[in-house]
């Protein structure tokens, strides 16, 4: 199917009549890059692109020839140009993939179907990303991305149940958190290298210490990658992890299409993994999610627990909540307990697990593993 639509771009671009000189280069599973060396107008090419992703979205791509597996895409379109409307520098030449791909994260994140970045906001310099992607690449060439766990606890005994792998990478002989970097590698093929680095680092950990538990973070963006998902499987496949890893299902308010996710979901809990919904509460969090993926564990965000032994409303809320989820057989962890009044509000909420830094701040592997 891919190599379909890559073949309908060539086509259209080579019989389009603005006169187009392009190359068209495949960035990775499920992402074409297309670069065009005509001098022609931002405004003539969105025009031009607008039109093809509606056009590609009403084809129908096939990976047989039978009638019952035909496929619909969605696309989502990035474009970057030098210059402006007006003839303004935008950006260097070198630059252009990395505002394309900025450009295409906004499209996707506001429905729509092209972005062109003489309209993105500038949250920070095209130099800035650069610096970033250059030492994020240098981190995964010396294993300077390592993960860090901070563990989560029972409320009724006080017992560690297991501990979240979170990201963390070694720049410039520092520990740097991800909230540094991630929105921006993610709009890279670095994203999916981090992933499976930090699924190597929790396998490795899981045959090593038979008695310790983990918790993963994946992105809907995992799950869409062809080569993170294979891993996956290959993962699931080698290993019997008997409910001993959590897969933390991050940024779910981006699922659109249940029926896509879910089968892949359940693959992964027949193989033995637990789920997780991250951040239940935060953004546009909805009860669609909770019927649709059937979770083991639903996460509460930091949002609606920090201040929790002050506001009577978040009480309500959290209580209602945890009631509703244990009705449909799903445990409960709250995120961001801080003090030990917001711990003893969860406990009295009848709140399964407990994580945060007045329990435990993350720990390095050595130190985390000390304990077991």
């Known amino acids: 199917m891919f190599a379909q639509l890559a073949h309908y771009l060539k086509r259209r671009l080579g019989t389009n009549s603005v006169g187009i000189e392009f190359t068209c280069y495949r960035l990775s599973a499920n992402e074409i890059a297309v670069s065009i060396h005509s001098q022609i107008a931002p405004n003539k090419i969105l025009r031009l692109f607008r039109n093809l992703a509606e056009d590609i979205e009403n084809e129908?791509?096939?990976?047989?020839?039978?009638?019952?597996?035909?496929?619909?895409?969605?696309?989502?379109?990035?474009m970057a140009s030098v210059l402006?409307?007006?003839?303004?520098?935008?950006?260097?030449?070198?630059h252009l993939l990395i505002k394309a791909s900025e450009a295409r994260r906004y499209a996707q994140m506001n429905n729509q179907p092209i972005y062109w970045n003489g309209d993105l906001p500038d949250n920070a310099s095209t130099e800035e990303n650069l610096d970033w992607i250059l030492k994020i690449r240098k981190a995964l060439e010396n294993d300077d991305i390592f993960a860090y766990f901070q563990p989560y606890y029972d409320s009724k005994t006080g017992e560690e149940i297991g501990a979240e792998a979170l990201l963390r990478a070694r720049i410039d002989g520092q520990i740097v958190s991800p909230a540094f970097f991630l929105d921006l590698i993610k709009q890279t093929q670095l994203y999916s290298k981090i992933t499976l680095t930090m699924l190597a680092k929790c396998e490795r950990i899981l045959n090593t210490y038979p008695k310790v538990n983990v918790a993963l973070n994946l992105s809907v963006l995992d799950f869409k990658h062809y080569a993170t998902l294979k891993a996956l499987r290959q993962f699931f496949a080698r290993n019997k992890v008997n409910g001993r890893l959590t897969l933390e299902i991050t940024e779910s308010e981006s699922i659109q299409d249940y029926d896509w996710i879910s089968p892949i979901i359940n693959e992964f809990r027949e193989a033995g993994a637990l789920l997780a919904i991250d951040d239940f509460g935060a953004g546009y969090s909805n009860l669609e999610k909770l019927i649709a993926l059937n979770p083991d564990i639903l996460k509460l965000d930091g949002c609606i627990i920090k201040t929790i032994d002050k506001d009577e409303k978040l009480q309500k809320l959290v209580q209602h909540t945890n009631n509703l989820a244990h009705s449909l057989g799903i445990k409960t962890q709250a995120e961001f307990v801080h003090n030990d009044a917001v711990k003893q509000h969860l406990i009295d909420l009848k709140i399964d697990y407990l994580q945060g830094y007045h329990l435990s701040e993350p720990l390095s592997e050595t130190e985390w593993l000390e304990r077991h």
């Open 60 to 78: 129908e791509f096939s990976t047989m020839k039978k009638v019952e597996h035909l496929l619909t895409l969605s696309l989502s379109v990035g």
């Open 84 to 94: 402006d409307q007006n003839g303004r520098a935008l950006c260097d030449q070198s």
